[in-house]
């Protein structure tokens, strides 16, 4: 009784290695290849190799990060943004938006709060973003098109600044703005330091 157990533990794992290394050899072969993209820097042709093995690891859990593995302009210019991955065909937009954008993120701080972005996770915290106009937007909004527009002249926000904004704008009558908790003198203070 004990041999067939064993024998049909051993067939499940045999058969779940074999979905597992067939996934990951497909994810990894529509990744491999060098492709010419035009550089957003300077607006001139260059050969990008995306970082096969990282996509198809991380395509396991859900949409893969893509980031390049090597560039034409690199070692000189590597710590460019990657805006180029937009230009790429090897994932659908949303998934190659959100790869620019995490390392847009980076170091930088958030416009309300002054909270430093690390590592952006695509799960739950996504940070967002606000337009010259005032106007915050989720990573959803942003379209293909506009998206160098975007990557210029837009700032960012995190979480949770944008659920605290986002409801002062929607529910304004139910939100109390106390300024003085960010760092803002209250009126009644500053009056008193003027006497």
């Not at 067939?4 to 050899?25: C, K, Q």
């Not at 993209?37 to 001139?44: R, S």
């Not at 106009?133 to 959803?140: F, Q, R």
């Amino acid at each position: 009784m004990t041999l067939v157990m064993y024998v049909i533990a051993i067939g499940l794992v045999a058969v779940s290695l074999y979905l597992v290394v067939r996934f990951f050899v497909r994810a990894y072969v529509r990744y491999r290849d060098s492709r010419l993209i035009i550089c957003p820097d300077i607006d001139e042709a260059a050969m990008v190799e995306v970082d096969a093995v990282h996509a198809a690891l991380t395509s396991a859990c859900g949409p893969p990060d893509i980031r390049l593995r090597n560039c034409w302009r690199w070692p000189i210019n590597q710590n460019c943004r990657q805006e180029c991955l937009t230009q790429l065909d090897v994932a659908p937009a949303e998934c190659l938006i959100s790869g620019v954008l995490r390392r847009w993120y980076d170091f930088k701080l958030c416009i309300f709060c002054g909270k430093v972005f690390h590592q952006i996770r695509l799960t739950d915290h996504r940070p967002a973003l606000q337009s010259p106009t005032g106007e915050l937007v989720e990573w959803d909004a942003v379209s293909l098109e506009n998206f160098q527009m975007m990557m210029d002249t837009y700032r960012p926000v995190c979480r949770d600044c944008y659920i605290a904004q986002s409801f002062r704008r929607d529910h304004a009558e139910l939100a109390v703005y106390r300024p003085w908790c960010e760092g803002i003198a209250r009126a009644d203070d500053a009056q008193r330091r003027l006497h």
